[in-house]
């Protein structure tokens, strides 16, 4: 059964740092490209970031780039995502995606997502 | 940034009845296109990718069509367990992006 689990959500001050983490299981890991979306409540789908199989393509979102870095860690089976200059309009649930395909393509699994709020 | 348009915002069905909800890009994407069913309180399920094909388990009620910039969701008899918001999401390049939604009420 495969399943993608996120961790390190919380509430973070304006300006600070965050490291979401996502372990990965079920599945032959280092064969797939990955995805961050995140969803503010209430609100609609928005994609984040996207990180391909072997770390050769990554991909940001025009209202994270610069701030937020996309990684994975092939050895441990695990996909980060460290979030920089927080920001209000970061509030969101953030979910881990796995994606069918070494590159871009459509999210076939999704974690159950992590919720991150910033506010002072 | 591509950016996808979904009509209409809101569908209201009576069970049984057939559902159509429509996409649109704002430049061509081929056939990378998917389809997600969200209900409230749970992670979003992939339904259709490649514009047509249906995803594993996904039963025949529901179907995709379309390419270039204009796609369809057909849901064919709806069923109460479709209630949700559907999204539809391209993935022409690594920049994806989502629809805005349209909710499906019953």
């Known amino acids: 059964e495969i399943q993608l689990v996120e961790s390190g959500g919380g509430l973070v001050q304006p300006g600070r740092s965050l490291r979401l983490s996502c372990v990965a299981s079920g599945f032959t890991f280092d064969d797939y490209a990955m995805h961050w979306v995140r969803q503010p409540p209430g609100r609609g789908l928005e994609w984040v970031a996207g990180?391909?199989?072997?770390?050769?393509?990554?991909?940001?979102a025009d209202s994270v780039k610069g701030r937020f870095t996309i990684s994975r860690d092939n050895a441990k089976n695990s996909l980060y995502l460290l979030m920089k200059n927080m920001r209000p309009e970061d509030t969101a649930f953030y979910y881990c995606?796995?994606?069918?395909?070494f590159g871009s393509g459509p999210g076939d699994f999704w974690g159950q997502g992590s919720l991150v709020t910033v506010s002072s | 940034e591509i950016v996808m348009t979904q009509s209409p915002a809101t569908l209201s069905v009576s069970p049984g009845e057939r559902a159509t909800l429509s996409c649109r890009a704002g430049q061509t994407i081929s056939n990378n296109l998917a389809w997600y069913h969200q209900r409230p309180g749970q992670a979003p399920r992939l339904l259709i990718y490649?514009?047509?094909t249906r995803a594993t388990g996904i039963t025949a009620r529901f179907s995709g069509s379309g390419s270039g910039t204009e796609f369809t969701l057909t849901i064919s008899s709806l069923q109460s367990e479709d209630l949700g918001v559907y999204y539809c999401?391209?993935?022409?390049?690594?920049?994806?992006?989502f629809g805005q939604g349209t909710k499906v009420e019953i």
């Open positions: 990180i391909s199989w072997n770390n050769g393509s990554v991909g940001y």
């Open positions: 999401q391209q993935y022409n390049n690594w920049r994806a992006s």
């Open positions: 490649g514009a047509s």
């Open positions: 995606v796995k994606v069918d395909g």
